[in-house]
């Protein structure tokens, strides 16, 4: 029947590798991947969860900010920050450049180009989170291979309201 763990860590790497073709990440997150081997086999079906929830929560803040008559550009570009320092580290590229976009607009205090580049932002994160979604699905599979957890019951499902809840 061959190796289906084998067969499994191809499948994910090459959704891996089609998501660093297409510009939504860069080496950083295949290292991050790769952080595994030290951190523990579970390190990155918790840690990108994490990222998408916590990612997801500023959305919403910076979405009421948005809302608001008078923008607040400090605290619209606060969310900024925290975004971009977790997607650049990460590898999360095409989100890292939208945070980036976003701040400059913040530092502009232009808020119709705020605006267009918030949409984008969200664009990009939910288009990242879209791809990533199956490929933390194969690892919590692969982890259950390897005998080093249960596979969830529930992967990639999410809390009500839609937030970030993915295998962990």
């Keep these: 029947m061959g190796d289906p763990r084998g067969a499994m860590q191809r499948e994910l790497y090459a959704g891996i590798s089609f998501m660093e073709q297409e510009g939504i990440v860069d080496e950083r997150f295949i290292m991050a991947y790769q952080l595994k081997e030290r951190s523990g086999p579970r390190y990155f079906v918790e840690t990108i969860p994490l990222f998408c929830t916590n990612t997801e929560a500023s959305i919403a803040l910076m979405t009421d900010l948005m809302q608001l008559p008078i923008l607040d ?74 005998g080093n957890g249960p596979q969830p019951a529930a992967a990639g499902t999410s809390t009500a309201g839609g937030s970030g809840a993915m295998p962990s």
């Design 73 to 146: 550009y400090y605290s619209l570009d606060q969310h900024c920050i925290k975004i971009r320092g977790s997607s650049s580290c990460l590898g999360i590229h095409k989100l890292a450049v939208a945070s980036k976009d976003l701040r400059d607009a913040c530092k502009a205090a232009n808020r119709p180009q705020c605006a267009y580049v918030f949409e984008n932002l969200k664009r990009e994160y939910y288009n990242f989170k879209e791809k990533v979604t199956p490929i933390l699905k194969l690892e919590c599979r692969i982890i259950a291979l390897e």
